[in-house]
């Protein structure tokens, strides 16, 4: 057999055998063998000394990187900082340009703008700090004065917000006390109107009136109007009534029995149901019956109840009574009043009966409550001159109690009787009490109003 030269061995062979003498390197530091340099260590200690020198080098480069990520995170808090801060800036520039606007400040307007192109292109910096990673040296000082500095873009913000809204406030108390100027006076005006329709209502349209030209449409204008006049003194008798703690239901009821009201309020046209029946009572005969029936043919003519028409129709109701006290409408006034306000009404609300007495024998008071009653006879008192003055003369009609609803001839004053008869048509309301009477002239029919209602069964 052939020896073996060295140099014929493999190449895979030498790889192999440079990797078992590392091995066997390694085992023999480990079993304690003496290295190279002929210092002889013990495995513990060594071993103790390895782990001791790594875990220091380990826990330093841990603090380092503790530190640095510290670092980064108040860096990034500083940014964020002053970024809050330039915003709130940018937001007090604004407010302070809105404040600028009005009223009109060109010079603040230019200082305002030059702010928030200045906090702008602050805010463009702090971009690109932050995509360059270029943090400030002193963190924590540069978030104080950005917190600082926010507090005050804050604080200015607020600042220029209350003086917009105090402006606003005095532009409101400015507004306030022009409509209230307009209040007075528009009340200012609406009492010399008023006064004006007390005085002669919207009779003035009949001032060129002739006796040839009288019509229906003429009769229903000085209707209105007595209508108006009757429910203002209605309203006056209720608030005395409420003022002497009279009980308005039991008044109410004992005006007109078995009535089922749709609202509490409805009861205020029972009162008026009985100012009316006491003051058209007798309507139908000349001068209410007050002649008796020994008018001489020459008063009936109808020529002659227009004249008088014509002569009250501009004339106050106090003034014509006080210059013609024992005149036929004074005498109406006097009947009329003694008839309308009972004794202990009267008593009630005055606490004596001196009106009555002074009325009883044509003395004629200056109060309000007989002022409304005098205004109230004198509408009443027109509207049966102008009756009749029509050929024939004018008739008065009302409305049974229980008889159905007829559009021809009725008018009602409480529309929730119809609401109720589409709810529950088995159930008609019926008429409960005539309010204000109805009229015909000629072929003419004024409507009657009248209260539907649900009549109680006994």
Same mark, same amino acid.
């Given at each position: ?88 800036? $940018? ?17 603040? $307007? ?30 924590? #000082? ?6 600082? @500095? ?87 008798? $209720? ?144 509207? #049966? ?61 004024? @409507? ?11």
């Amino acid at each position: 057999m052939e020896a073996v030269k060295p140099s014929a061995v493999t190449p895979s062979k030498s790889k192999w055998v440079r990797t078992l003498s590392k091995v066997l390197h390694l085992h023999a530091a480990g079993a304690g063998i003496v290295p190279d340099d002929g210092v002889q260590k013990e495995p513990k200690e060594a071993d103790e000394w390895n782990d001791g020198k790594t875990t220091k080098r380990l826990s330093q480069k841990f603090d380092r990187l503790h530190n640095e990520e510290l670092e980064r995170r108040v860096a990034s808090e500083a940014l964020i900082a002053k970024i809050f801060a330039t915003i709130s800036a $940018i937001k007090a520039g604004y407010a302070q340009l809105q404040h600028a606007q009005s009223p009109y400040d060109a010079e603040g $307007i230019q200082t305002a703008d030059r702010l928030i192109v200045s906090d702008l292109k602050k805010l463009s910096e702090l971009k690109q700090c932050f995509l360059k990673k270029q943090y400030d040296p002193s963190p924590e #000082h540069s978030m104080l004065l950005a917190e600082i @500095q926010e507090q005050k873009s804050l604080s200015k913000t607020f600042e220029i917000m209350g003086k917009k809204l105090e402006s606003q406030l005095r532009l409101k108390e400015s507004e306030i006390i022009f409509l209230r100027e307009s209040l007075d006076e528009s009340n200012k005006q609406n009492k010399l109107l008023e006064k004006r329709l007390n005085q002669s209502g919207q009779l003035f349209v009949l001032d060129n009136l002739h006796l040839s030209g009288l019509g229906p449409s003429h009769f229903m204008t000085v209707l209105r109007q007595t209508v108006k006049s009757i429910r203002s003194f209605v309203k006056l008798m $209720i608030d005395q009534m409420k003022s002497a703690d009279w009980d308005i239901n039991s008044a109410a009821n004992s005006i007109e029995r078995a009535v089922i009201y749709w609202k509490a309020d409805d009861k205020c046209f029972a009162f008026e149901s009985f100012i009316c029946r006491e003051m058209f009572k007798a309507f139908h005969h000349p001068y209410f019956f007050l002649l008796g029936d020994s008018v001489p043919e020459g008063k009936k003519h109808p020529q002659v109840f227009f004249e008088r028409f014509m002569e009250l129709k501009s004339t106050k109701a106090k003034e014509y009574l006080a210059t013609k006290p024992k005149s036929t409408f004074a005498k109406f006034c006097r009947i009329k009043y003694l008839q309308v306000v009972h004794p202990k009404m009267e008593s009630s609300f005055f606490g004596n009966l001196s009106i009555r007495d002074m009325v009883s024998s044509y003395q004629f008071p200056d109060t309000t409550f007989f002022t409304l009653f005098a205004d109230m006879a004198k509408r009443v008192w027109l509207l #049966h001159c102008l009756a009749f003055s029509f050929v024939p003369e004018a008739s008065i009609f009302q409305i049974s109690k229980g008889c159905r609803f007829s559009e021809v001839y009725m008018e009602s004053v409480a529309e929730e009787a119809f609401l109720s008869s589409e709810i529950k048509p088995q159930s008609e309301p019926r008429v409960a009490f005539t309010v204000v009477p109805g009229f015909r002239i000629g072929k003419t029919i004024i @409507q009657c109003q009248v209260y539907l209602s649900q009549l109680k069964t006994r």
